[in-house]
């Protein structure tokens, strides 16, 4: 990506101009104010200090996740349901939402459902290398659980 102008959309997705975005806001680190004037420099730990656009989405992401899963532990399957696909409709490159669909699925029986949905979660982590790995082998886990029930069923 080329440096950015000041009255370009910025980088990070915010629908903002970048001189009203990550652009004014004070950097966190030394290796971040050298890269003010090409956002695409800033590595992803810098720019999740910079932007309150991501921080705001992270947030709203790990909220509704957060209640999606705690309506599926009450057994309020289809209310956690809708919350998913708020998440999906909403946040389409995030795994959240899809990995939460696939559990309630499994938890409806729905193992084959859950299974696709799962590896669509597994394949958006695998293509992003900042995405944690421990809930990346989770997944991994929950996979071979999944295929180990459809061979023996």
Known sequence: MANI?????????SG????????????ASPSAHAAVANI???????????????????DEINRIADRALDLLLEGR???????????IRDFPDEVEGIDLLAMVCEARGERQRALE????????ADSNPDFDAE???????????????????
């Open 135 to 153: 809930a990346r082998s989770l997944m991994y886990e929950r996979q071979l659980e999944l295929e180990t029930t459809l061979q023996h069923s």
């Open 5 to 13: 102008g000041r009255n370009d959309p910025c980088a990070c997705g």
């Open 40 to 58: 695409a420099a800033l590595t992803v730990e810098d720019h999740e200090h910079v932007c309150d656009y991501c921080v705001d989405v992270d």
């Open 117 to 124: 949905l799962l590896r669509q979660a597994i394949d958006i």
């Open 77 to 87: 399957d289809h209310d956690a349901e809708a919350l998913c696909l708020q998440l």
């Open 16 to 27: 903002k101009k970048y001189k009203r975005c990550c652009y004014l806001v004070p950097l």
